[in-house]
């Protein structure tokens, strides 16, 4: 039997990933042409879509992505590679390395922990 471990939004808040509300945000601020720079207009996506997607999101006041894009499934497509996009941008090595204070910095503690342990004993 495999194991997953989910974790929330928040679990990466330390590391300068944003929460939900920043997430809103980001993905509200994409432009056009930002969008066609990082692909996010690829496969058939257009800026009539991502524009419509971000009024739609913005109108149903929604904080969470997710639960608007399970509402909204026919968003699925834009959604996902807006998503991938904000968070591919938050993405620094600097962040993960650098002096967290320790009650921020739970990865180094669970890995440390977990490198010690039997994957087979989670449960």
């Not at 690829?42 to 800026?47: E, K, L, M, N």
């Amino acid at each position: 039997m495999s194991k997953v471990l989910v974790l929330g939004a928040g679990a990466s808040y330390a590391y300068n990933y944003p929460l939900g509300g920043g997430l809103r945000a980001k993905i509200l601020a994409i432009s056009e042409g930002t969008a066609r720079d990082i692909g996010i207009l690829r496969s058939g996506q257009s800026a009539a879509t991502l524009s419509e997607f971000q009024r739609v999101f913005r109108e149903s006041q929604m904080y969470s992505i997710d639960a608007f894009l399970g509402r909204q499934p026919h968003f699925a497509e834009i959604g996902k590679r807006c998503i991938a996009s904000v968070l591919l941008q938050s993405e620094s090595k600097k962040a993960l390395l650098s002096e967290i204070p320790d009650k921020d910095h739970w990865y180094q503690y669970f890995f440390n922990h977990v490198a010690r342990k039997d994957w087979g004993d989670l449960s």
